[in-house]
């Protein structure tokens, strides 16, 4: 069995990956994240280490001044590594779609 932990899982691609491993549950357990373990170091650090992968899909994708938009989708980005090196774990995917929009 993989733990697959999957930032932004209530985001559109978060959603269909979500549902879909969810269709296998002999292989997937998927562990639940909610966004508000990037402002909660410790519910953040408790997620990673239940994880065998991350499939981190959460980021900001609106928002009226495109320098903070990007500043903010780096700082999760940090978070989420800084968690993984505090908790020694190193369970991480990335995504990204096929073309950027602006700087985000």
């Known amino acids: 069995m993989i733990r697959i932990g999957i930032t932004g899982q ?19 357990i998927r562990i639940p994240f909610s966004d508000e373990y990037f402002t909660d170091q410790d519910k953040l650090r408790s997620f990673v280490c239940q994880c065998d992968v991350i499939v981190h899909l959460a980021a900001v994708i609106r928002h009226a001044e495109p ?38």
């Open 10 to 28: 209530t985001g559109f691609l978060g959603t269909h990956l979500f549902n879909t491993l969810g269709l296998y549950p002999d292989r997937f």
């Open 67 to 104: 320098v903070l938009l990007k500043e903010i989708n780096i700082r999760l980005v940090y978070k989420l590594i800084e968690a993984m090196e505090a908790e020694e774990v190193a369970p991480y995917g990335y995504t990204v779609g096929r073309k950027n929009y602006g700087v985000s």
